[in-house]
């Protein structure tokens, strides 16, 4: 498909477990981002990635959440210790470059934290 | 700090009817904006998108206005049908080219 695919589509884990959360953008996008959306409510910027340039991070939770980006495409987002506040939607976009290009999602990943 | 905010969190429309879905923003240095659609248990979906040297843009059967003045969006949707159920967002580029959401409308279509 040539849209933004998100894997897991639902993880289910009890506190305390690592997750890893993966998003394959679309081809040819060099801007990627990941986004978190509990229940209800808006979504919640986490980090970006641009082309090779230093990811701004300055939406991380905790220094529990990491994510890569490796060879400007597939992206890893990483929660190490998981807490029952970490459930949510946690959803990936990617556009062709930032700032005046709509950025395309993936449906999500639900993580539910037992 | 700078958010963006939408007046109505719920909205019901009869079928065929015109919608009207507005959103408040308050970084006046904010300069494109986008609306997204998102269905239950899917991704938000683009809509539309406007520039801030704009201050109407048109689609297929959407509409958004930007009025910089009192930063102010809308969302005009035309002959509503089923399938524009949803839930809509503003969103705004915000700081380090990151989207800054809404909490969004829920937009009903009644048969």
């Known amino acids: 498909g040539a849209g933004v695919s998100q894997s897991p589509s639902n993880k289910v884990t009890e506190k305390g477990k690592d997750v890893e959360l993966r998003c394959d953008p679309i081809?040819?996008?060099?801007?990627l981002y990941w986004y978190r959306q509990s229940l209800g409510q808006g979504l919640e910027f986490l980090i970006y990635?641009?082309?090779?340039?230093?990811?701004?991070k300055s939406g991380l939770p905790s220094d529990r959440f990491s994510a890569e980006r490796t060879g400007g495409s597939v992206s890893t987002l990483t929660i190490q210790r998981t807490q029952q506040e970490d459930s949510a939607v946690y959803l990936c976009?990617?556009?062709?470059?930032?700032?005046?290009?709509?950025?395309?999602f993936g449906d999500g990943t639900r993580l539910s934290i037992l | 700090g700078e958010s963006v905010g939408l007046h109505l969190p719920t909205l019901s429309v009869q079928e065929g009817d015109n919608s009207i879905i507005n959103c408040a923003y308050s970084?006046?240095?904010?300069?494109?904006f986008i609306w997204y659609k998102q269905e239950s248990g899917k991704g938000p979906q683009f809509i539309i998108d406007?520039?801030?040297?704009?201050d109407k843009r048109q689609g297929q059967r959407v509409t958004v206005l930007l009025n910089k003045t009192v930063k102010h969006l809308s969302l005009q949707i035309a002959a509503t049908q089923p399938g524009d159920s949803a839930v809509y967002f503003c969103?705004?580029?915000?700081?380090?080219?990151?989207?800054?959401f809404g909490q969004g409308t829920r937009l009903t279509i009644n048969p």
């Open positions: 990635f641009q082309g090779n340039s230093a990811p701004d």
């Open positions: 970084n006046s240095a904010s300069d494109y």
């Open positions: 406007i520039r801030s040297n704009m």
């Open positions: 081809s040819g996008h060099t801007a």
């Open positions: 969103a705004e580029i915000w700081g380090a080219q990151k989207l800054v």
């Open positions: 976009a990617s556009s062709d470059r930032t700032g005046d290009q709509p950025q395309h």
